[in-house]
Each structure stands twice: as structure tokens, then as C-alpha cells.
């Protein structure tokens, strides 16, 4: 598994759900960047929308681990 979405996921595992921008912020990435590596583990089935958590001028979507993701740890 790529470095950059094994450190997302152990992020998730860790904070339990994340905004892209928190986690862009936590790795260093462009908010582009950190939307094409969730999309990628939303894709395999090892990341899901958990929600969403108030900001500035609209909701953020929260993400967080399935239970598929669980195996890789």
C-alpha cells in the first residue's frame, strides 16, 4: 500500500473521523491531493462518510475506517 494513503488510514484510525482539510492539514497535502487519496480508499471500500461536522460557511464531510479496513492493522 502507497505511503501516503497508509498514513490516511492510520490517521482515521487514530482521530476516528477526519475533514479533508484536517486531514490535507495532518499530512501536508493539498486538499486536491488528500480528495484523490480518500477517494481511492472511499473506492476500495476501506474509508466511508461518517457525517458532517459545522465550519465556517458550510458543513465539512467526515470520514472514518469500515470494518474492512480493520484487516490491514
Not at 469500515?66 to 484487516?71: C, G, L, R
Amino acid at each position: 500500500m502507497r505511503e501516503t494513503r497508509r498514513r490516511i488510514l492510520d490517521l482515521l484510525r487514530k482521530h476516528g473521523a477526519l475533514t479533508v482539510a484536517e486531514l490535507a492539514q495532518e499530512l501536508g497535502l493539498t486538499r486536491t491531493a488528500a480528495v484523490s487519496q480518500l477517494s481511492s480508499l472511499l473506492g476500495e471500500g476501506l474509508a466511508c462518510r461518517a457525517g458532517l461536522r459545522a465550519s465556517g460557511r458550510r458543513p465539512s464531510a467526515l470520514y472514518t475506517l469500515t470494518k474492512d479496513a480493520d484487516s490491514l492493522f
